[in-house]
């Protein structure tokens, strides 16, 4: 490689948030056109980090040279300005404007004063081929799926033409096929010598794209990889801190059928009925393309969306669809996709979220202040979220950790059938195992587990059997044997 | 612990402040008449404070509590004066015209999806032309007539030295405190004012506990009713309660509570009640022009959301 400059210098950031160090004397440097892999486990300062070079949050102390020169306290307008763009973990687009408004939000192209909204649209739609992303300039941004946001997201990074771009687990609600463009786009982007600080919880991404690696534990720096140690063992143990070879769960024995979906047609795809059951003791995974129906079915199974027709049953009792308190009831529950809207109550307490849907299974009109606190406690420690007290407020996790909150909340309950969409989303390597098993020892008590995930390896690697979705219908079943990425994404497209 | 009562334990320095100034400036404050009086206005009006208080942390409001009481009013002093209808009828009848009406807020909320501004502001016009045709625009009230001296006492008389409206009031506030602090009901409001959409992904029944907080209002509101329409002993269909939604607000909204629902305790009401109606008491001791009345009320309150934000700030 030819002799590398400078981009980017930060050394000694420090940042406390209350009690808790998110990061200590942390340092970064980044040279002109490299990629480099940031990891860590959840909470691990990540975020924080990348929130300092982007001037959303000021550090305690430290300081960031950057092409040379120091930089004095960051804006996000000053950190636009030196060239720096980045991808938030968390989206950030604003729901009533459009694609294009959304992408130029700031700096649009402008006749006089007015608006020039036939350039601003040629301009988004350039972006847009670049991604191929295949929505016009002209749509609400609430008219799009979580993942088709994400694109955005991500088209508005790029239009900046940024000298660093920097991407907070980009692929996280990306299945395959997308994440893999965004793959192909970095390494573009590393050809025109941009450089680009990417976060990933996917290995397999970080060993694609990646020249080397930065980690930090605990809010400090752990060391680095270069290229040639950059290997998934020491990648893993580079994030938590010990090695984990992939478990694949054990092949476990199928009962009799418990959740039985029939012949559901939903608003967005009325002409494709779906069916299919989930049996006791069963992991079923469904995966395909972001925007296949996937979510749409889990919606309708757990009552929040009325199908067009269809029926649902749970042990043979037919679900009354479009009544989510009569499917709960029920013991079927849905762990939702979009975790800080809907997911999570942000502001609550992670002791509130937890207990939220069981406060009322304890018969009496007054919580136990006790058993409240010790089912948080448990779920705390299963799940080994990280926190400094219960009490904390939702908000104050790391993305993973929120995601922790999401799913504990439902296991703190008796369940007959979990459905969960993409339920590692933004979890680390380590607490995805403990998940993992906790989703293992639930399909081991008899419970049937729906697991809707666009993180192929999670699929192969956790699932029975696999329904691949294509425009809103099944495409096609793989049974565990026949399981393969190949297979899966002919199915998928 | 400090951090989490912060707004509550910035109002009380305020009050305690406001009170020494008084008690120096005019030691009239402190006496007993003076104390009598002015809990009786706390206890009639926190009442009517607390309910509205319940539908804040849903993310609501109530704009209907002032015409609800001339409403009630008027239709308590027809039916005990006029019917001669008994008051075992009378007073449970009218709790049950104001849990009625908020349930039917309620419903308008939740299940209809209207605003909570416009269904209780429609409630606010719509309650006070009743009352004014039901008693033909002419004041009802209780005049000389015998026979209700111990109903007349809930809103006029005393008990162990502190007036019963009071006693009455702390009564509602342990009720509500319980309810709104250690209940599942209570944090099945909270989660709704936060987010009503993860709280119906998390099994809460939203459209019930919605329509429950209404319900609450409604009733409180029928009790504060009672109390004022013997405490005026006339019920001026047309003027009475006037601007008394506004004071319930006023009080919530000093006490900490955000408009946009999810935050605010019992504590905090009660000390944002106070606060307002030891300013009455103020403006009357200090021989302030009676006028500024609502000027005083209005700076204070904003005083209070600046003094909010400054912390705020300072906290993050
Ligand atoms: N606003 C905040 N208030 C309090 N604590 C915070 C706040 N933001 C972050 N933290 C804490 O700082 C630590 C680092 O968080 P950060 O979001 O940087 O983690 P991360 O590495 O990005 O994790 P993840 O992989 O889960 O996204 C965590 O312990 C988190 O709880
Ligand atoms: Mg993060």
Same mark, same amino acid.
């Given at each position: 490689?030819?002799? *590398? ?49 982007? @001037? ?40 009533? !404007? ?34 191929? !992303? ?158 296949? @129906? ?8 757990? @009552? ?38 809907? @997911? ?27 058993? *409240? ?109 026949? !399981? ?10 | ?28 404050? !402190? ?113 000389? *007539? ?171």
């Amino acid at each position: 490689m030819a002799e *590398s400059k400078s981009l980017l210098s930060a050394s000694n950031l420090t940042k406390s948030y209350g009690g808790v160090r998110a990061l200590d004397t942390v340092s970064l440097e980044l040279s002109t056109g490299e990629t480099v892999g940031l990891l860590g486990a959840n909470g691990a300062g990540k975020s924080t980090l990348i929130k300092i070079l982007c @001037g959303l949050v000021t550090p305690d102390s430290g300081s960031i040279i950057f092409e040379g020169r120091q930089v004095g306290p960051l804006s996000p307008k000053v950190s636009e300005q030196l060239g720096i763009s980045v991808i938030h973990q968390e989206r950030h687009a604003l729901e009533n !404007l459009t694609v294009a408004e959304n992408i130029y939000l700031g700096r649009e192209p402008k006749i006089g004063p007015f608006l020039d909204n036939r350039s601003l649209n040629a301009d988004t739609q350039v972006v847009l081929d670049r991604l191929r !992303l295949d929505v016009s300039p002209s749509t609400p941004v609430q008219d799009l799926s979580n993942a088709q946001r994400q694109m955005v997201e991500i088209a508005r990074a790029l239009s900046f033409n940024a000298k660093l771009v920097i991407m907070d687990e980009p692929t996280s609600s990306l299945s395959e096929t997308e994440a893999e463009r965004l793959l192909t786009i970095v390494d573009e982007l590393r050809s025109q010598g941009v450089t680009v600080l990417y976060v990933s919880h996917r290995i397999d991404e970080i060993l694609r794209i990646a020249t080397r690696t930065v980690s930090l534990t605990d809010g400090k720096n752990s060391g680095n990889l270069a290229g040639g140690e950059m290997t998934r063992e020491n990648i893993i143990q580079s994030i938590i801190g010990r090695t984990e070879a992939a478990r694949r769960s054990e092949s476990r024995v199928a009962g009799e059928a418990r959740l039985v979906v029939s012949n559901v047609r939903t608003t967005k795809y009325p002409d494709s009925p779906v069916s299919f059951e989930v049996r006791r003791g069963e992991v079923l995974g469904i995966t395909g393309l972001v925007g296949s @129906g996937r979510s749409e079915v889990a919606r309708v199974i757990f @009552g929040i969306d009325r199908p067009v027709g269809g029926e649902v049953t749970i042990d043979g009792e037919p679900l009354s669809l479009g009544d989510t308190l009569n499917t709960i009831k029920k013991g079927v529950f849905l762990v939702p996709e979009d975790r800080r809207n809907l @997911g999570v109550i942000l502001d609550f307490s992670i002791e509130r979220n937890i207990t939220l849907p069981s406060v009322k299974d304890a018969g009496g009109p007054i919580v136990s202040e006790a058993g *409240s606190r010790s089912m948080a406690a448990t779920q705390i420690k299963n799940l080994s979220i990280k926190c400094a007290t219960m009490d904390q407020p939702v908000s104050s996790l790391s993305g993973g950790n929120q995601q922790k909150v999401a799913l504990g909340k439902w296991l703190a309950k008796d369940a007959r059938c979990l459905v969960l969409d993409e339920p590692t989303c933004g979890v680390d390597i380590g607490a995805r195992g403990e998940i993992y098993d906790q989703i293992d020892a639930l399909a081991k008590q008899g419970l049937a587990v729906l697991m809707i995930s666009s993180d192929t390896d999670e699929v192969l690697t956790q699932c029975d059997r696999v329904l691949v979705f294509s425009r809103g219908g099944v495409a096609g079943e793989l049974s565990r044997d026949h !399981l393969s990425k190949d297979a899966i994404m002919r199915l998928a497209i | 612990m400090l951090n989490r009562y912060r707004k509550e334990l910035l109002l009380l320095a305020v009050l305690v402040v406001v009170c020494i100034f008084l008690t120096i400036r005019n030691p009239q404050f !402190l006496s007993p008449t003076n104390l009598q009086n002015i809990t009786r206005q706390i206890g009639m009006y926190g009442i009517l404070s607390i309910g509205v208080a319940v539908v804040v942390v849903t993310g609501g409001i109530d704009l209907s509590v002032g015409s609800m009481c001339a409403l009630l009013g008027v239709l308590m002093a027809m039916g005990l004066v006029e019917k001669k209808m008994p008051p075992a009828v009378v007073i449970p009848g009218i709790l049950a015209i104001g849990g009625a009406l908020g349930w039917l807020h309620g419903i308008l909320v939740s299940r209809l999806k209207l605003q909570p501004f416009i269904v209780t502001l429609c409630g606010l016009l719509l309650y006070r032309g009743a009352a004014r045709f039901v008693a033909s625009d002419e004041s009802k009230g209780f005049g000389d *007539s015998v026979g209700f001296e111990p109903l007349k006492q809930l809103a006029t008389g005393s008990v162990a030295g502190m007036s019963t409206a009071f006693v009455l009031f702390l009564i509602v506030t342990v009720l509500v405190g319980v309810l709104l602090h250690k209940s599942v009901l209570g944090r099945h409001l909270y989660a709704v004012g936060k987010n009503s959409e993860a709280a119906r992904y998390a099994g809460v029944n939203v459209l019930r506990v919605e329509t429950i907080a209404y319900v609450i209002a409604g009733v409180c509101t029928g009790v504060a009713a009672i109390l004022f329409a013997f405490y005026t002993n006339s019920i001026a269909p047309s003027s009475h309660g006037s601007y008394y939604e506004l004071y319930g607000v006023a009080a919530v909204v000093l006490g900490g509570f955000s408009l946009r629902g999810g935050e605010g305790t019992v504590i905090g009401v009660v000390l944002g009640v106070i606060l307002l109606q030891v300013l009455q008491n103020l403006v009357n001791l200090l021989g302030v022009p009676s006028s500024l009345n609502f000027a005083v009320m209005g700076f204070v309150i904003l005083i209070g959301a600046l003094l909010e934000k400054a912390f705020q700030k300072k906290a993050a």
